[in-house]
C-alpha cells in the first residue's frame, strides 16, 4: 500500500499585501481541487489574529501525487505570483512533513492516565480504585492495555497500577536500562514515589520475570505475587538454557530484528497475537490497534527485543536469590495451551516456597484478555 504523504505549509503575507495573497491562496485552492486525481485533502486557513499569516493542511495520495501537483502549470504561476508577496522572496512556503499523533487508548472508567520520572526516563501508567494497591505488569508484546478489563473487576476492592515497562507502550524509551533488573528496579522506585510500602503485584510474560526479581530482592515490598505465563525462574538462571522458541534467539541478535521487522510491525506482531491465542477474536483489533501503535513508535522494538538481549543480566540477578527461596505467596497461572503448569513448575524448583497452581483450560498466552473474569476472579481471591 502506497504512503500517503502529509504536509502543513504556512505563509507569511508582506505587511500591505494580504487581501492579494489571500486571492492567490483561494485561487489555488479552486485549481487543485479540479486537479484529476486531486488531493485527499486540501484545506486552507487563516490566522484570526494576524491578517498576515494564512496556512493549508494537505494529504496526498502518494509521493507521486505530489509531485506532479508541483510541476503543474497553475501551482508553478501561484509561487511564482506570491513571491512578490510574501515576506521572504527565498521561501515563500514554510512546508512541514506531518503525522497526526495516535492518542494512546482510552483508559477504562474511573482510570487516569499518569506519567512519572524514575530512574532517568518517564514511566506512563494507568490507575483507579481506592484501597490496597495492586501493580500490574504486562509483558511482549502486549502493554497495560492488556490488562484493561481485569483491572475495571480488582479497582472495586483495590487502588491499581498498570505500568508500561521501560521503553514501552507510551513509556519513554531512554535507550537503555532494556533488562528485567533495570525494569524491576523502575518499579520500585515508582511504587516508592506513589508513597506505598508495600504492594500486591502481578505480572504477565516478561512482567512475570520483572515482577519476579523485584520480589526476590525486595520481599518485604510484596505482600503477594502472581506470575502469568512467565518463567522467571529455571531457563532464565542457566546461561544458555531452555529458550527453545525461535524467536528468543531471533530477538537476541543485534540490530537484524529491527532491521527486518521496521515497517512491518503490524504484520509481525499480528503472527504472536494469533500463534499464541486460543480464543478466536482475541487479542481484539482494537487491541491489536493499540499494541500496535506503540510497538512501532521509534526504538520501541528495540527496547522490546533488549530484553531477549539482556537475559544475561537477569540469570546474573536471579542467582543472587537462587540460594533462598522467595517467602512471598506466589499464584503461578498458565494457559494450558502454552505453558500451564510449567509456570508453577518453574516456581517451585527452588525458586519460591509457598505456590499456588491456577491451570486455564482451553486458553492461550494471553490470559488477561482470553480469560479477564477468571484472572480478575483469581487475582481477587488471592489477594485477600
Not at 514515589?193 to 518485604?220: K, M, N, R
Not at 542457566?238 to 525461535?246: H, K, N, Q, V
Request: proline share 6%; with cysteine.
Amino acid at each position: 500500500m502506497t504512503e500517503q504523504v502529509e504536509l502543513i505549509v504556512e505563509i507569511l503575507a508582506k505587511k500591505g499585501r494580504e487581501a492579494e495573497l489571500r486571492e492567490a491562496v483561494l485561487e489555488l485552492a479552486g485549481e487543485t481541487h479540479a486537479e484529476s486525481p486531486g488531493p485527499v485533502r486540501f484545506d486552507l486557513g487563516e490566522d484570526p489574529a494576524d491578517a498576515r499569516k494564512f496556512s493549508g493542511h494537505e494529504i496526498w495520495a502518494s509521493q507521486a501525487d505530489l509531485d506532479r501537483h508541483a510541476e503543474l502549470v497553475h501551482t508553478r504561476r501561484f509561487l511564482e505570483r506570491v513571491r512578490q508577496l510574501v515576506e521572504d522572496p527565498e521561501q515563500v512556503l514554510r512546508v512541514t512533513r506531518w503525522a497526526p499523533m495516535e492518542p494512546p487508548a482510552a483508559a477504562p472508567a474511573g482510570f487516569r492516565h499518569q506519567y512519572a520520572h524514575v530512574r532517568g526516563t518517564q514511566l506512563h501508567y494507568v490507575r483507579g480504585g481506592s484501597n490496597d494497591p495492586v501493580v500490574l505488569l504486562h509483558g511482549f508484546p502486549d502493554t497495560w492495555y492488556a490488562w484493561r478489563e481485569v483491572m475495571t473487576r480488582l479497582a472495586l476492592d483495590y487502588t491499581v497500577i498498570a505500568v508500561d515497562l521501560r521503553g514501552l507502550g507510551d513509556s519513554a524509551r531512554p535507550g537503555e536500562g532494556y533488562d528485567v533488573p533495570s525494569s524491576a528496579a523502575d518499579i520500585a522506585e515508582l511504587v516508592n514515589q506513589l508513597g506505598f510500602d508495600s504492594v500486591f503485584l502481578a505480572g504477565q510474560d516478561w512482567g512475570g520475570s520483572i515482577a519476579f526479581a523485584y520480589a526476590a530482592e525486595h520481599p518485604t515490598a510484596v505482600r503477594k505475587l502472581a506470575v502469568l505465563e512467565a518463567m522467571p525462574a529455571g531457563p532464565w538462571t542457566e546461561s544458555g538454557g531452555g529458550r527453545s522458541a525461535w524467536f528468543a534467539d531471533f530477538h537476541a541478535i543485534p540490530d537484524l530484528p529491527e532491521l527486518l521487522v521496521e515497517g512491518r510491525e503490524s504484520e509481525y506482531l499480528g503472527w504472536f497475537y494469533e500463534a499464541f491465542s486460543a480464543t478466536a477474536g482475541v487479542p481484539t483489533p482494537a487491541a491489536t490497534d493499540e499494541y500496535v501503535r506503540t510497538y512501532r513508535q521509534p526504538g520501541a522494538m528495540t527496547a522490546a527485543f533488549e530484553l531477549y538481549r539482556q537475559a544475561e543480566r537477569e540469570i546474573a540477578h536471579n542467582s543472587r536469590f537462587a540460594s533462598t527461596p522467595l517467602d512471598v505467596p506466589v499464584l503461578a497461572i498458565g494457559g494450558d495451551q502454552v505453558f500451564g503448569s510449567a509456570v508453577a513448575e518453574n516456581l517451585t524448583s527452588g525458586a519460591a516456597s509457598a505456590v499456588e497452581s491456577l491451570v486455564l483450560e482451553d486458553c492461550g498466552h494471553f490470559l488477561t484478555e482470553e480469560r479477564p473474569d477468571e484472572i480478575a476472579a483469581a487475582l481477587r481471591q488471592f489477594f485477600r
